[in-house]
T-cell receptor, first 113, second 111 residues
Framework: DAGVIQSPRHEVTEMGQEVTLRCKPISGHDYLFWYRQTMMRGLELLIYFNNNVPIDDSGMPEDRFSAKMPNASFSTLKIQPSEPRDSAVYFC???????????FGSGTRLTVV | QKEVEQNSGPLSVPEGAIASLNCTYS??????FFWYRQYSGKSPELIMF????GDKEDGRFTAQLNKASQYVSLLIRDSQPSDSATYLCAVTNQAGTALIFGKGTTLSVSS
């Protein structure tokens, strides 16, 4: 298996622009998670899905953030409009139900200037 | 949000020594506990998990759990320079469906 695939690896955008991050989970994993990592706040859970349904989005910082999972093999995290404080590494992870054995993607390093 | 606390470090140990990493958590409802390792610029990878009070050993790694004290630790025996990384403690939310991570402890093993 190719693991969890995220794209792009790096994204540099100007403040106010829309940013879309993409994730392909491991086939057969029922859970998909989006995390954001910064030096100050560590690894924060933003939202997670079970069988393509959002379960908890309480970690999404603002209405500017939205996430979708239209099918079992694809999810997006969108920021519109982006702000410099959104600069971070965004990780997607997937897992089988009832396990904590997450497999993380390589992450997307987002820089908003 | 429920909290997971770790000393940020850096924790410095000489090669061959035992490294002890500690973690406390605030949610008594947490049932499962995990240690992840993250090398600089890389994604976290699972090292160990523990569900029951006591010790669990896997090679050079031992995880220890004390639910009464809400305390989890990771011991690394015979530390190697390749163990130099950030170690993240994670606990499940009450639903048991997602992990809450601490900010991590940076370990440096000198040769």
């Amino acid at each position: 298996d190719a693991g969890v695939i995220q794209s792009p690896r790096h994204e540099v955008t100007e403040m106010g622009q829309e940013v879309t991050l993409r994730c392909k989970p491991i086939s057969g994993h029922d859970y998909l998670f989006w995390y954001r990592q910064t030096m100050m706040r560590g690894l924060e859970l933003l939202i997670y899905f079970n069988n393509n349904v959002p379960i908890d989005d309480s970690g999404m910082p603002e209405d500017r953030f939205s996430a979708k999972m239209p099918n079992a093999s694809f999810s997006t995290l969108k920021i519109q409009p982006s702000e410099p404080r959104d600069s971070a590494v965004y990780f997607c992870a997937s897992s089988f139900p009832g396990t904590g054995g997450y497999t993380f993607g390589s992450g997307t390093r987002l820089t908003v200037v | 949000q429920k909290e997971v606390e770790q000393n940020s470090g850096p924790l410095s140990v000489p090669e061959g020594a035992i490294a002890s990493l500690n973690c406390t958590y605030s949610d008594r409802g947490s049932q499962s506990f995990f240690w992840y390792r993250q090398y600089s610029g890389k994604s976290p990878e699972l090292i160990m998990f523990i569900y029951s009070n006591g010790d669990k050993e896997d090679g050079r790694f031992t995880a220890q759990l004390n639910k009464a004290s809400q305390y989890v630790s990771l011991l690394i025996r015979d530390s190697q320079p390749s163990d130099s990384a950030t170690y993240l403690c994670a606990v499940t939310n009450q639903a048991g469906t997602a992990l809450i991570f601490g900010k991590g402890t940076t370990l440096s093993v000198s040769s």
